[in-house]
């Protein structure tokens, strides 16, 4: 990323600011503050806690099981915004709820926990705004490209019905028939302690952060500026819970760096005109017309995975963005609801290494690549043939393809 960044500014392709536009959006602040979160919800304990509340009413039945784990990685989508945080934090209690379980390491049983996590910690994540890599790459290009800013309810509102609760219900459907299992009766788990001052910390900054978000229709500050003072306030004496020691070792900032460098890759192809010399002509080839949106949806959903297969899905967006423009034009949509549609895209997974916080989690939770594929491939088959044609009936339902929005 870093040496993208050196090599653009020194060749002069575009001027430095275009270059390094994406460290000046709201979106990338997001990410910092996001990072900061999610370690102070690791060292506080929070997470843990949370975790082990939640699972403990789901061991009495392997499908149970899947269940739980699924409610669980999703409630850390919304407390932990950093998919590489939530699957780490996640791979060891999971460890321990599986031999409670009965599920040896290798076994489908324990194969299918760990997948029902690894799945769910991404696609779940992919319909919370500050949740994954990707959601932020798209928010950041939309603000430093096309001026378009992005809501941290509307994107739910848009997203999660079906991106996050009927793809994490297919999921745990798909993942008990491809690695069905039995488990063994668990004993109860020991009593947990009462909240220690860091967690009751935690919480409060936790609630506050989400209270915000979820009401910046109202007060339209930027989540981004929302998610850093999140950040900082963990980082505050006395009343937070990283001191400077422990953000210098814990808080890796290389994602942070990463993202900057991919948003400024957008705006360097948006500002060299590439994607329009490159693909001018690709609304006309794909027949997209305006009124023709069920079509237009399921074109342009399709374009998304297709170009995370050579862009991944966290560089998706910067390739795909700088055309909004003709694409809205084609459709007849707003630029806005072209921009929401990549969303779609990115949320459906072909391979595992198209999502690297999922490759870290196979090789730590010990998960070997054709069991990953196998459950993304059979999810990418059903979530085309049945979620996609969903999705466009809930955005109609809301009004959502009408060009004024």
Known sequence: ALLFLLLAA???????????????????????????????????????????????????????????????SSVQCFLMPATIARILLLIPILLAFCERLGLAPGSRGFLGIMLAMLTSSFQVG???????????????????????????????????????????????????WLFPARVVAAAAPAPLPPLSTAEWRMAVILASALGLWATDFLHHIRPGWIGLAAGLACLLPRVGLLDIHTFNERVRLASFF???????????????????????????????????????????????PATALLATSPGQPAVLAPMAGELAQATGWSMKTVLMTLAIGFSTVLLPYQVPPVVVGMYAAGVATRDAARIFLWQAAFTVALLWPMNWLWWWLLGYFTPAR
């Open 10 to 72: 020194l060749t002069a392709v575009v001027p430095s600011s275009v270059i390094f536009s994406g460290f000046t959006t709201s979106t990338l602040w997001l990410v910092f503050g996001g990072l900061i979160l999610a370690e102070a919800v690791r060292i506080s304990g929070l997470g843990q806690r949370l975790a082990a509340r939640l699972l403990g009413p789901f061991s009495h039945s392997y499908l149970a099981a899947l269940v739980g784990t699924t409610l669980v």
């Open 126 to 176: 992919s319909a919370i705004l500050p949740a994954n890599i990707p959601n932020l790459v798209l928010a950041g290009t939309a603000e430093a490209m096309h001026g378009v800013q992005f809501l941290y309810l509307e994107y739910l509102r848009l997203h999660f019905p079906v991106q996050a609760l009927a793809k994490a219900a297919l999921t745990v459907a798909l993942i008990h």
């Open 258 to 304: 990463y993202i900057g460098a991919v948003l400024g890759v957008g705006a360097l192809i948006e500002a060299s005109r590439v994607a329009t010399t490159l693909f001018g002509g690709l609304p006309t080839e794909l027949g997209l017309a305006p009124g023709a949106d069920f079509w237009n949806i399921h074109v342009l959903s399709m374009l998304s």
